[in-house]
């Protein structure tokens, strides 16, 4: 399959799951969730599909097992709106790149007040 074509079919299990997601599943323990993306395997058996809680009062183990409980439900409904003959199985992952750049936002912000704060200025170069 070419690359082009795998990128389409991502992009659009990510939009469709999206929806499902934000629409569908009544599990509580799913709430708001962002699928940052979607990466299906070459035979098209299996798309990982890689989250983020959106302002969850759940852990993020807790958002996934709910999502995966639901699972069955959301493949089911993908193939039928792609039609696909063959729906990945989903596996759902934890994003944890959304956090680390808020954690180094956090520390870049820190270090910079920081070194405006004392002095500015600096004596060798200035």
């Keep these: ?42 035979d098209m058996g299996t798309a990982r599909v890689y989250f983020t809680p959106f302002a969850s009062r759940q852990p993020a183990e807790e958002v996934q097992r709910g999502l995966t409980h639901a699972g069955g439900f959301l493949r089911g ?16 992952v934890f994003d944890a790149s959304v956090e680390a750049a808020e954690r180094l936002t956090r520390l870049i912000d820190g270090a910079v007040a920081a070194d405006s704060g004392a002095g500015g200025a600096d004596p060798e170069h200035g």
């Design 1 to 42: 399959m070419s690359q082009a074509r795998t990128q389409r079919i991502e992009a659009e299990i990510q939009r469709v799951l999206a929806a499902l997601i934000a629409r569908e599943v009544k599990d509580p323990r799913v709430g708001n969730v962002t699928i940052t993306a979607v990466s299906v395997a070459a």
């Design 77 to 92: 409904e993908l193939g039928r709106r792609l039609r696909l003959r063959h729906a990945p199985r989903l596996e759902f």
